[in-house]
């Protein structure tokens, strides 16, 4: 256990000793700065996990002291007590307003200010665990979903659930043909832009539907539906998402020299996967792990160019909502039964 380390900002060199000697009998440790200007500066450099402040300091009052520190994102997180020798209410308002937790008036009962800090410790604890979570969500999310999604988990982190679980999932498997053929022709520089300006197109359509961009591979793109917020209308969402992709593609195509232009098949499977945070101590990826991610990629590569086939079990989670052809059962890759597989026409209007 980490050993709390607190900054008493005392100007009387007895009352410093006498916070020394008590908080250190209680297992602290004790930094002690004698002036404002000390406190501000030990504060950034020792980042102590409370800060005892004494309003009436030399060069920086406590309250100036406070505005500081509250100020600077590098110490904002530091609980303030602040601490006055007079009970007044104008004071004690003011130090609160700049951002202080807690108010002692002096002479107040060493008990009494152990009582507080072993409270205030168990209240940063937890606050200190929700910011790590609300970090770990944003460096596993803020890139591959929707601006509104990571801003939902952020005020409900525990909705992210990234240490690995089964659910159900819909996976969207999008692939851009003729690509290493165009790879012959092109310089690299060139090659990169084309190929990101349809990636773009497929990343947009899919993070609009609020998918999660799970990963580019080469010229193709692979989205999660359902995680990491559950979504009751995932599938549906997925081929909205796909259909949205091809009529964003024709207008590309549009504006582009016909050899540039890459038509899109998408494959899109339901079914049970393994999602969370998968990997190494070193490299972690949140993603799917199941029989329905392959499953979407097959389908997908045994697509004709600018189809968007699915299987059975997405169509009938959106049957209601679209116009589909059926394809009949397909010969998977891997798999020793056939795949009912239906191509999307359109959607109906609602």
């Known amino acids: 256990m980490n050993v709390v380390k607190i900054l008493a900002a005392e100007d009387a060199p007895d009352e410093a000793r006498a916070l020394i000697d008590f908080l250190g009998a209680q297992g602290y440790t004790v930094i002690v700065a004698s002036d404002g200007e000390e406190t501000v500066i030990k504060a950034r450099v020792e980042h102590p996990d409370l800060l005892l402040l004494d309003i009436r300091m030399p060069v920086y009052d406590g309250f100036e002291v406070c505005q500081r520190l509250k100020s600077d994102p590098l110490t904002a997180d530091i609980p303030i007590f602040m601490v006055t020798g007079v009970d007044n209410v104008t004071d004690r308002v003011r130090g609160l307003s700049l951002g202080a937790e807690d108010y002692l008036t002096k002479p107040y009962s060493f008990e009494e200010l152990a009582a507080r800090i072993a409270a205030r410790m168990r209240n940063k604890r937890s606050e200190d665990a929700l910011r790590a979570m609300q970090q770990r969500i944003l460096d596993t999310f803020q890139r591959y979903v929707a601006p509104q999604v990571v801003e939902r988990l952020l005020a409900d982190p525990h909705m992210a659930r990234l240490g690995g679980m089964r659910q159900i999932v819909t996976i969207l498997f999008a692939d851009f043909r003729g690509y290493t053929s165009l790879a012959e022709t092109l310089p690299p520089e060139r090659l990169i832009t084309v190929l990101n300006s349809h990636l773009g197109v497929a990343a947009r359509a899919i993070l609009k539907h609020q998918g999660m ?54 494959g899109i ?38 189809q968007i086939v699915f299987t059975d079990a997405t169509y009938r989670r959106a049957s209601d909502f679209i116009q589909c052809e059926p394809l009949g059962p397909r010969v998977v890759r891997g798999r020793s039964g056939a795949v009912d597989v239906f191509r999307l026409v359109g959607l109906k209007k609602i």
């Open 213 to 266: 961009l799970d990963k580019f591979m080469g010229d193709a793109i692979m989205a999660i539906f359902n995680a990491p917020l559950p979504q009751a209308d995932h599938a549906l969402r997925a081929l909205r998402a796909a259909g949205e992709m091809q009529d964003s593609l024709r207008e590309l195509h549009n504006n582009m020299a016909p050899p540039l232009r890459l038509p899109c098949s998408v």
């Open 269 to 306: 499977s339901t079914g049970d996967a393994v999602v969370g945070n998968i990997g190494t101590v070193e490299i972690v990826n949140y993603t799917a792990i199941g029989d329905v991610v392959n499953l979407a990629q097959r389908i997908e590569a045994d697509a004709d160019d600018g």
